[in-house]
């Protein structure tokens, strides 16, 4: 088991900046295990991949409609991995989760991925 923790959602307006931070449970054994992903729900939608990134860190991949805007981050001493999002957009407004995806190499499918957080409201007015 890998609980993760979801933190830094908020309102914000169009043009504005959030960063979302997605914590691993100590217990939950060693982090460099696994690639982590950023998935958005929004309401009437399929959940949607933004960004994954792999256990080493050293890789990142972006969904088009989020690249040149977010960014994507792991520390894995602390056991966290975080999203960056600048210049948001109200299409941005969605439900954001984390997910962990053991020995990964970075998938953008959500069905790769074994474990979940509970997820972070990002509301973008316009």
């Known amino acids: 088991q890998l609980p993760l923790v979801e933190s830094g959602g908020g309102l914000v307006q169009a043009g504005g900046s959030l960063r979302l931070s997605c914590a691993a449970s100590?217990?939950?054994?060693?982090?460099?295990?696994?690639?982590m992903g950023w998935f958005r729900h929004a309401p009437g939608k399929e959940r949607e991949f933004v960004a994954t990134i792999t256990r080493t860190g050293r890789s990142t991949t972006y969904a088009d409609s989020v690249k040149g805007r977010f960014t994507i981050s792991r520390d894995n001493a602390k056991k966290a991995v975080n999203l960056q999002m600048n210049s948001l957009k109200p299409e941005d407004t969605a439900v954001y989760s984390c997910?962990?995806?053991?020995w990964g190499v970075g998938a953008s499918a959500a069905s790769e991925y074994e474990y979940w957080g509970q997820g972070t409201q990002v509301t973008v007015s316009s």
């Open positions: 997910a962990a995806e053991i």
């Open positions: 100590a217990s939950g054994g060693t982090f460099s295990n696994y690639a």
